[in-house]
């Protein structure tokens, strides 16, 4: 589904979104500011979007790993454009079974990914397993606002505007379908720092952005 989409990915993500897409970024980058992580591995990382805006970071290294290998590809040509290919580095894997030794990165970064993990836990257990003690992991991932005004518009967008235009754009007939469906799928909030609890993660916390369309998601791997 994501290789049938990549070539219209980017372009979708900037249309549907309205372009907050990338102050969402810019937030979730943020959180690492103070810790200043030199390695950082970017899980899911489609076509580097999140990657890129980490090299505000100044860090040594990001690597970028994602199952799409259309998906890479693309973000490998984004990275080259900009000069970045010696400081990001992208590879196809599986993001629950990280091809990463033990206490490896600084920091781990996922957007709009963990909702895709076929076990979510076995995911992110792999994630706490890469980061050193003290290492730092940002989770950006979708949510459902709370209100009934914003919810009830946000409900109605996602089952009904977006997989139109979605299927229009990318021609894909199920890509902006499964979409929602995730959504509503994922554990979100309270919910989701419990499961980063549950996998040994400490500190684990989490700040709504846009009327809680989405949340970013800090933790810590215990020093």
Known sequence: MFNNISPKYDLLNRLLSGGIDRYW????IGKLKK??????????????DLAIAAIKLNP?????????????????????????????????????N????NN??????????VRNFENLEKGLSDIHR???AGGTL??????????????GLYQFYFKYILPLIGRMISKDQSAYTYLPQSVNAFPEGDKFVQIL??????????????FGICSVYTAKKAG
């Not at 940002?138 to 919810?151: M, T, Y």
């Not at 609890?197 to 846009?210: D, H, I, P, Q, Y």
């Open 138 to 151: 940002v989770v950006l991932e979708f949510s459902k606002p709370k209100g009934w005004f914003i919810g």
């Open 98 to 101: 990280l091809p990463f030794q």
């Open 104 to 113: 490896y990165f600084d920091a781990v970064i996922v957007s709009f990914g």
């Open 35 to 48: 810790s200043s992580p030199k390695l950082i591995l970017d899980v899911a990382t489609g076509t580097a």
């Open 60 to 96: 040594e290294k990001i690597i970028g790993i994602d199952l799409s290998e259309q998906m890479v590809a693309i973000g490998r040509e984004k990275v080259a454009k900009k000069g970045l290919a010696n400081r990001i580095e992208l590879q196809t894997g599986d993001s629950e």
């Open 25 to 28: 970024r810019k937030r979730a």
């Open 197 to 210: 609890k549950n996998v040994g993660f400490t500190g684990a916390e989490f700040e709504r952005l846009s």
């Open 130 to 132: 890469v980061l050193h």
